[in-house]
């Protein structure tokens, strides 16, 4: 059965199960009450239970599926035996329905690099914001990120006690994004969605530059992304180093698989090979639309103060 299907469209289909799963170890953690919050290394970078048993069930789930992955994930765990009912070995039958890019059918178990962020806005997961939170499985390709899979396990959280819990979007680039419903800002609406609780002068100076109508301050990459797609959002603009690989290789995928654009505040691509620096040092711009009209305002005081 497996041969069947390209090892890209396999491995998609193993991290959409493997996500939603995450994304219910996320809930358990909160609903058991204690997170186990460890300061990493300062204040505001935060690792809680639900961090280390995510990333152990993610990292070991995939690895044992795909052994020659290369799997890089935020946390630095020790390793250990991981507990069997942390291993997903399922996968959505939806998505091996869907053909593969024929860029990316030939493509071998090792030549692909996975980025896991397993609690994507764990600051505001601990202050009890739940929608800012994410679990990021991000595909890398050559460099290229060209599959991601994004679960927001709060998604609803607030529509009241029979609301279904959670939503899991995925991404190919050259088949497209599901798992959600594609609204724009309206036109000649500026919006800028930037960080909560990363914030600085370089970033509050690039985000005035915009002229924003409106300026959101939110955790979490993958949330931010979210916001683009969703029509609450025109740019995601951080003008800072702290970002990290494995917060915008899955949303990026999501972006740009919609025709959006995602760049370091240079306007220079993302590199996601497994070699790569982790810090995403020269920041991050994002759009679904109009990219130009945001990179052309970001002040050259900025750009100098930031080294790709």
């Known amino acids: 059965m497996a041969s069947r ?45 639900a ?9 070991s789930s995939l690895a044992r599926k795909f052994p020659k992955l290369t799997i890089i994930g935020e946390e630095d765990l020790p390793s250990e035996d991981v507990d ?12 091996l329905k869907q053909p593969c890019p024929s860029q990316y059918s030939t493509i071998k178990e090792e030549d692909l ?18 929608d800012n939170v994410t679990v990021l499985i991000g595909i890398a390709y050559e460099g290229k990120a060209i599959a991601g899979i994004i679960n927001q396990p709060y998604y609803n959280y607030q ?55 409106d300026v959101l301050r939110v955790g979490g990459a993958g949330n931010k992304i979210i916001q683009l797609i969703e029509g609450k959002a025109s740019a995601y603009i951080f003008a800072s180093p702290g970002c990290k690989k494995w917060d915008t290789c899955a949303p990026e995928v999501i972006l740009h698989a919609m025709g ?9 691509a993302l590199q996601y090979n497994k070699d790569v ?17 945001y990179a052309s305002r970001v002040p050259e005081s900025v750009k100098n103060a930031l080294v790709p």
């Open 5 to 49: 299907h390209t090892v890209l469209m396999r491995l998609v289909a193993s991290a959409y199960s493997i996500a939603q799963k995450a994304g219910s170890i996320v809930r358990r953690v909160i609903a058991e009450g204690d997170l186990g919050i460890v300061e990493k290394t300062c204040a505001t970078d935060l690792q809680t239970k």
């Open 51 to 59: 961090d280390r048993l995510v990333q152990m069930s993610i990292c």
């Open 84 to 95: 069997q009912e942390l291993i997903e070995d399922g996968q959505w039958e939806e998505i």
């Open 113 to 130: 690099v996975v980025w896991v962020d397993p609690l994507d806005g764990t600051k505001e997961y601990t202050e009890g914001l739940l």
């Open 159 to 213: 529509a009241g006690p029979d609301a279904v819990l959670g939503r899991t979007i995925w991404g190919v680039l050259g088949l497209g994004a599901f798992g959600f419903q594609l609204k724009e800002v309206p036109a000649g609406k500026h919006i800028v969605t930037t960080t909560r609780s990363h914030s600085n002068k370089l970033v509050t100076d690039c985000v005035t530059a915009m002229n924003p109508d």
């Open 260 to 268: 959006g654009k995602l760049t370091d505040i240079h306007g220079n």
């Open 277 to 293: 620096k982790h810090m995403n040092s020269a920041g991050v711009l994002a759009t679904l639309r109009n990219y130009d009209y």
